[in-house]
């Protein structure tokens, strides 16, 4: 392996797991050293997944037509094809058919390198209109293939990783939540868009950055920070943000080497769309409503009030959405709401 395979094709490969589109750099050096008029990679994974990643503009439309020919092919993993190996040779007819298609798409020469692991398959097509590939080409593909499948398998775990991250996220900036990982001497370590929207930051981009805290509380936080870097099996610890205490931050052990703790911050409780507890429940459009301002916290008093009810009308409603929804009264009515999937929404 010399100098130049180290820089042109396996410092890609390492680096090309991260990158969005992954491996394009890998993909564009193997066009060139190859000479293909169109090199193009395309990832398939679990769940009918596909990226596909192309040197040229006309690398999809080459990579489409090498599979409408080359379909119910069967590709090994781990070698290099050349393209009669994959068309259908069993009918004349046939033959000239499939080579008809490529040639409209400037396909007449191809390599091909099919790679899997862990759930995903990895595919790098070369195609040429007119010249046949050099030995040197099939070299090219021949080193690639024994680090391509580590690669992928890299590829796959964080892909799984940022799947996770982008589920959890999601769902705590829906209920008005977000997390924030913090080192031992308070400094952040991550936070994900929700913790960058309802937390101050400040100015000095880092990394590590700090948030913007009056002295007391920066302090408190160092501190807590210290204690549960020290004490993984520590109770969680309540740090106030600010001087009046509106925002607080609940901090707890990581789970994560290098992480001194977790924190959890939340934005005041929002209303429940009424239009999911109506979809949940069976509830008519006034019931929602009123069930929604219960789940907000207003009396049913003053949820009346200001949907225009009277206080017997509702009365009348709250009877019926308890008994739609099995509540026992309306301490129940409001935990069952806030503890379903309603906030949700």
Same mark, same amino acid.
């Given at each position: 392996?010399?100098?130049?395979?180290?820089?042109?094709?396996?410092?890609?490969?390492?680096?090309?797991?991260?990158?969005?589109?992954?491996?394009?750099?890998?993909?564009?050096?193997?066009?060139?050293?190859?000479?293909?008029?169109?090199?193009?990679?395309?990832?398939?994974?679990?769940?009918?997944?596909?990226?596909?990643?192309?040197?040229?503009?006309?690398?999809?439309?080459?990579?489409?037509?090498?599979?409408?020919?080359?379909?119910?092919?069967?590709?090994?993993?781990?070698?290099?094809?050349?393209?009669?190996?994959?068309?259908?040779?069993?009918?004349?007819?046939?033959?000239?058919?499939?080579?008809?298609?490529?040639?409209?798409?400037?396909?007449?020469?191809?390599?091909?390198?099919?790679?899997?692991?862990?759930?995903?398959?990895?595919?790098?097509?070369?195609?040429?209109?007119?010249?046949?590939?050099?030995?040197?080409?099939?070299?090219?593909?021949?080193?690639?293939?024994?680090?391509?499948?580590?690669?992928?398998?890299?590829?796959?775990?964080?892909?799984?990783?940022?799947?996770?991250?982008?589920?959890?996220?999601?769902? /705590?900036?829906?209920? #008005?939540? =977000?997390?924030? +990982?913090?080192? !031992?001497?308070?400094?952040? &370590? *991550? @936070?994900?868009? %929700? $913790?960058?929207?309802?937390?101050?930051?400040?100015?000095?981009?880092?990394?590590?950055?700090? /948030?913007?805290?009056? #002295?007391? =509380?920066?302090? +408190?936080?160092? !501190?807590?920070?210290?204690? &549960? *870097? @020290?004490?993984? %099996? $520590?109770?969680?610890?309540?740090?106030?943000?600010?001087?009046?205490?509106?925002?607080?931050? /609940?901090?707890?052990?990581?789970?994560?080497?290098?992480?001194?703790?977790?924190?959890?911050?939340?934005? *005041? @409780?929002?209303?429940?769309?009424?239009?999911?507890?109506?979809?949940?429940?069976?509830?008519?459009?006034?019931?929602?409503?009123?069930?929604?301002?219960?789940?907000?916290?207003?009396?049913?008093?003053?949820?009346?009030?200001?949907?225009?009810?009277?206080?017997?009308?509702?009365?009348?409603?709250?009877?019926?959405?308890?008994?739609?929804?099995?509540?026992?009264?309306?301490?129940?009515?409001?935990?069952?709401?806030?503890?379903?999937?309603?906030?949700?929404?």
């Amino acid at each position: 392996m010399l100098p130049a395979d180290l820089r042109e094709l396996v410092l890609p490969l390492l680096d090309g797991a991260r990158d969005n589109p992954p491996w394009a750099l890998l993909v564009r050096n193997v066009a060139l050293r190859t000479r293909a008029a169109t090199a193009v990679l395309a990832l398939d994974g679990p769940g009918r997944v596909r990226t596909v990643v192309a040197a040229s503009s006309g690398g999809a439309a080459a990579l489409a037509a090498f599979e409408r020919a080359a379909a119910g092919a069967a590709l090994r993993a781990g070698r290099v094809y050349a393209l009669d190996e994959l068309l259908d040779h069993s009918v004349a007819a046939r033959t000239a058919s499939q080579r008809a298609a490529l040639a409209a798409a400037g396909v007449r020469h191809a390599r091909v390198l099919r790679v899997a692991a862990d759930g995903w398959t990895a595919t790098l097509v070369l195609t040429h209109p007119r010249e046949d590939f050099e030995g040197a080409a099939v070299a090219t593909l021949a080193l690639i293939e024994p680090l391509l499948a580590p690669a992928l398998r890299t590829f796959a775990l964080l892909q799984a990783e940022r799947l996770r991250a982008v589920v959890a996220e999601d769902g /705590l900036a829906r209920l #008005g939540a =977000a997390q924030i +990982a913090f080192d !031992a001497e308070g400094r952040v &370590l *991550a @936070a994900g868009a %929700a $913790a960058q929207r309802l937390l101050p930051f400040a100015a000095d981009p880092g990394p590590p950055r700090r /948030l913007a805290l009056p #002295g007391p =509380a920066a302090d +408190a936080l160092g !501190a807590a920070c210290a204690r &549960l *870097a @020290a004490d993984p %099996a $520590a109770a969680p610890e309540i740090v106030a943000l600010d001087r009046r205490g509106d925002r607080t931050l /609940l901090l707890y052990p990581a789970s994560l080497a290098g992480v001194a703790a977790t924190g959890a911050v939340r934005t *005041a @409780a929002r209303s429940v769309d009424p239009g999911v507890l109506r979809a949940l429940h069976g509830l008519s459009a006034r019931e929602a409503a009123l069930a929604s301002a219960l789940a907000a916290g207003e009396s049913l008093g003053e949820a009346g009030a200001r949907l225009g009810l009277t206080r017997e009308t509702a009365r009348n409603y709250s009877k019926r959405i308890f008994a739609k929804t099995g509540a026992a009264g309306q301490p129940d009515l409001v935990r069952a709401i806030l503890t379903g999937v309603a906030p949700f929404a």
